[in-house]
């Protein structure tokens, strides 16, 4: 007699490792164990998923859910949830702007027990490093964390300081001996803070003055710096939502030559110009700064060569009333997390005709596999049961009152997409389907497989 699975989906174009395929595939006890042409065997639940590409849930490495302490401007409840319904399974939540900030094992234990009670989907947390906390490391790692998380430039938080370059140099050799990566906000401190002091001085406060203020060379040049200490001590170096292809360019080169180094990018990079900046004002004021339109493109051919390793969502929302007032003065952050996968699909794989396989790994494989986290992110036999349903060529326009976000507020509200998540699948459970969240919280904590 076979065996009774827990979940069958049939009938579905599953985008594996090797590229889509139309096949069959089977969850018992939250894993996938079978995939085939058809599967023989029944199970307690199926899915036709007919019509419908299963991609791998994503996983968002990079997220402010800023839980505890900041809930006025998000949860973890309402952002996983916003996540699950974008396709996403799993987050690596930052270390800022909850509060206090993830320094110590203490303030980790704290988040950890929310998120336990209210992540709908798997989660990760990143810890802090600031010249406060070197001697917390060590705790942070026996915690669990996924890797540390500097600034190089003012963190818009007072409590989480930058790291300067003593820290830089003896956090990462404690990082290389504690095997965890250390990803970096890559902007020079001197030049983006004194060119802001400037601007708002002489009251130069408009968009084009903010971006005046965050040049590409702030950018350019500490990404430079930081490959020089990873190359020294030997720490992985992650550099986050890189902006710059020049940038792109020096990772590239280092890796080349033997450097433990990778980037990540954020959709807002790709899709937005500084021109979009402009019309629609503070709702996608970030730092790093939106760039122009030729570095938008010169970033696309970085995407398509295979040198931007991981796509994230860098979801840092706040309290609307932050972004209120002029533009160099207010909050800096996009919301976007329900969106990743969708704008993937609409602006790499329709519009420039990256292969589905890629995207895949661009939004789950690749991150689980920089950080570590067994049995995440692709449809392979031992994997967790982990789906998102998509109809590739289903269009929509995004509503905010389709947002799960705390704040229905995003730059892409209005925007047109090609490519809708119809189910969210965690380890055999639905969490979204068709518009709504239809699971209790069920995340759990992933550690790194050190």
Not at 186 to 195: P, Q, S, V
Not at 412 to 426: E, H, K, P, W
Request: glycine residues 8%; aromatic residues 8%; charged residues 25%.
């Amino acid at each position: 007699m076979s065996k009774r699975y827990d979940l069958i989906v049939r009938n579905g174009i599953l985008v594996c490792p090797e590229g889509p395929k139309k096949a069959d595939v089977a969850v018992y006890d939250e894993k996938i164990v079978e995939i085939a042409d058809e599967i023989s065997s029944d199970a307690k639940e199926t899915i036709d998923a007919a019509g419908n590409y299963v991609f791998p849930g994503t996983t968002d490495g990079h997220v402010h859910f800023n839980d505890p302490g900041r809930t006025e401007w998000e949860t973890i409840a309402t952002g996983s949830n916003a996540l699950a319904a974008g396709g996403g399974v799993a987050f690596f939540d930052m270390p800022l702007n909850c509060s206090p900030c993830t320094l110590d094992a203490k303030n980790f234990m704290a988040k950890l027990a929310v998120a336990q009670k209210d992540s709908l989907v798997d989660y990760g947390f990143w810890g802090g490093l600031t010249p406060k906390n070197l001697d917390k490391l060590e705790e942070l790692a026996e915690c669990g964390v996924i890797g540390f998380k500097a600034f190089s430039c003012f963190s818009g938080i007072d409590e989480f300081e930058r790291m300067d370059d003593y820290t830089a140099y003896v956090g990462m050799k404690m990082l290389a001996k504690l095997g965890l990566p250390l990803m970096v906000h890559c902007e020079n401190a001197e030049i983006t803070r004194d060119l802001t002091s400037i601007a708002l001085a002489n009251n130069k406060t408009t968009v084009r003055d903010y971006f005046a203020a965050r040049p590409p060379i702030t950018e350019i040049e500490n990404v430079s710096r930081m490959i020089s200490f990873a190359e020294e001590t030997g720490c992985k170096l992650i550099i986050a939502h890189i902006s710059t292809a020049k940038a792109v360019e020096l990772v590239t080169q280092a890796r080349s030559r033997g450097v433990d180094v990778s980037c990540e990018s954020i959709g807002h990079y790709l899709i937005l110009t500084d021109t979009d900046v402009e019309r629609m004002g503070t709702v996608a004021k970030c730092s790093p700064p939106i760039r122009d339109h030729e570095n938008q493109t010169k970033m696309w051919a970085k995407l398509l060569n295979g040198e931007i390793t991981f796509i994230s969502s860098d979801h840092s929302p706040c309290d609307p009333r932050l972004k209120d007032g002029e533009f160099l003065k207010v909050w800096g952050g996009i919301s976007a997390c329900q969106t990743t996968l969708p704008a993937m699909l609409t602006h790499a794989h329709h519009a420039r005709k990256v292969p589905l396989g890629d995207i895949a790994k661009l939004t789950s494989q690749n991150v689980n596999e920089i950080f570590k986290i067994p049995g995440k992110g692709k449809i392979a036999v031992g994997y967790d049961g982990d789906f998102a349903l998509v109809e590739l060529n289903k269009e929509f326009t995004l509503q905010a009152e389709t947002l799960f976000y705390k704040h229905k507020v995003s730059p892409y509200v209005g925007d047109s997409f090609r490519g809708a998540v119809t189910q969210t699948i965690l380890r055999g459970t639905t969490v979204f389907k068709d518009g709504k969240i239809v699971s209790k919280p069920i995340g759990r904590h992933l550690r790194p497989n050190l």
